[in-house]
């Protein structure tokens, strides 16, 4: 949804206006979105926002849901901060037992750069049908232990998580550039355009 900061738009910015993810689940009773905070203008005004001030908000958009059926099963590829819409379906899905079988490979530099890692290793645990495949790609620069897999999601990963059954459905989100490259690394091995839904978060370099 495209969210306004009503601060910007007084001055006349015409940047006043950034999407965001919706990152909270229907039954949390609340909107949430997350952001990583940077010195852009918007972000500046974001973070001196008041408790309680007021932002404008549209209306939701974009076609990452889960299908409608739980015969396929579902490959989620994250980057970073791009996890945020896959918070809100993975907690939906936990919540309302859905039998979608899902495996989310999410990647990020250090564990310490996460977003919700936690949050979804806690949910790993919940939900006999939901996977985490979290992997660090500059373990070098980490304080913290860490077990999982390393380095950038490749075919190979792909391939050693891989769901025996039927071809998965996969949904990817996160940095323009890491969008486009699995999106080719999956096309390249014979996954259908029609199976692989996407949303590129512009501003991410
Ligand atoms: C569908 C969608 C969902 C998103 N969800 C999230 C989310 O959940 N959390 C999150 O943090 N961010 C999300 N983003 C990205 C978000 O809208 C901002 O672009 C991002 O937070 C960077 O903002 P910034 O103020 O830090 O940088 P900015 O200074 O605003 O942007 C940095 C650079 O990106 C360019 N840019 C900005 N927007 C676009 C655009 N639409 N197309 C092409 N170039 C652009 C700017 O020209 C600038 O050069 C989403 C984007 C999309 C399209």
């Keep these: 949804m495209d969210v306004t900061l009503p601060a910007l738009k007084e001055v006349g910015s ?28 918007y972000k500046r005004a974001l973070g001196s926002l008041p408790v309680g001030g007021e932002v404008l908000i549209g209306p939701p958009q974009g076609q990452l849901v ?63 049908h939901f996977t985490l495949v979290a992997t660090m790609t500059q373990m070098e620069r980490s304080l913290h232990p860490w077990k999982g897999e390393r380095g950038p999601i490749d075919l190979a990963m792909l391939l050693r998580h891989r769901d025996p059954g039927m071809a998965p459905v996969y949904y990817l989100a996160g940095p323009p550039a890491m969008v486009y490259a699995l999106r080719s690394l999956l096309t390249g091995n014979d996954v259908k355009d029609a199976d692989i839904r996407t949303e590129e978060f512009y501003g991410y370099g």
């Design 66 to 128: 889960l299908p409608e059926g739980p015969e396929r099963p579902v490959a989620i590829l994250a980057g970073g901060i791009g996890i945020t819409p896959f918070r809100s379906m993975l907690l939906d899905a936990a919540h309302r037992g859905l039998p979608h079988r899902i495996v989310l490979f999410y990647s990020n530099r250090r564990p310490e750069d996460a977003p919700f890692l936690d949050e979804l290793q806690q949910l790993e645990r919940r939900n006999p």
């Design 14 to 41: 015409q940047e006043a206006t950034h999407t965001f993810s919706i990152a909270s689940a229907p039954h949390e009773g609340a909107l949430m979105v997350a952001t990583r905070m940077r010195d852009s203008s």
